[in-house]
């Protein structure tokens, strides 16, 4: 509902396509995360694309439209994070979090150009263009625990991070399809 365009992009659109959205796979033979943001760009009839990874359950309408506001004068806004709470079992760690931000279509040519020579660390791409970078402060005003960069990437995943309604249900979905997609 916050966007006028909305698309997945995939390289398994049988996993999604319950989802009733427009699927595409990725315009480069490379897989990764600067692939699918280089096919988001090249897609979107907008100026700018945000960019949420699906693993990601928890997302906050505020803080997309804090982030949208600060998109002047910069290629890129993407927030910071305290830790990368991807699993209970992964290390947690200080950085940024890129596979949820905004990103300009001004940066189409140099992500090809990239991603055409294998550099596809979305992290040092970033180093070497304007990002507007939303700091931890900023985001604890609006998400003050930062459970939106929550990854639920396998089942004890599901079981640390869902109250127990919303994993029942998401159960439920997993065994309709007849396998699981975490």
Request: aromatic share 8%; glycine share 4%; proline share 7%.
């Amino acid at each position: 509902s916050l966007f006028s365009e909305v698309f997945i992009v995939t390289n398994q659109p049988e996993a999604y396509s319950y989802l009733g959205v427009p699927m595409l796979g990725d315009i480069y033979n490379t897989r990764g995360p600067m692939t699918g943001i280089l096919t988001a760009l090249l897609n979107s009839r907008n100026p700018w694309v945000h960019v949420s990874a699906c693993d990601m359950p928890f997302i906050n309408a505020e803080l997309i439209h804090y982030m949208a506001s600060k998109r002047e004068r910069c290629d890129a806004v993407v927030p910071e994070c305290s830790h990368s709470p991807v699993s209970p079992t992964k290390e947690r760690h200080t950085g940024i979090e890129p596979l949820f931000a905004f990103y300009s279509k001004s940066l189409f040519g140099p992500m090809e150009e990239s991603v055409c020579t294998g550099k596809k660390g979305i992290r040092d791409f970033l180093q070497t263009k304007r990002v507007k970078y939303i700091s931890i402060k900023e985001i604890r005003k609006i998400e003050p625990n930062e459970s939106i960069f929550v990854n639920l990437n396998s089942p004890e995943d599901v079981d640390a991070h869902l109250p127990m309604k919303d994993k029942i249900r998401f159960k439920r979905k997993v065994e309709r399809r007849g396998k699981c997609l975490v």
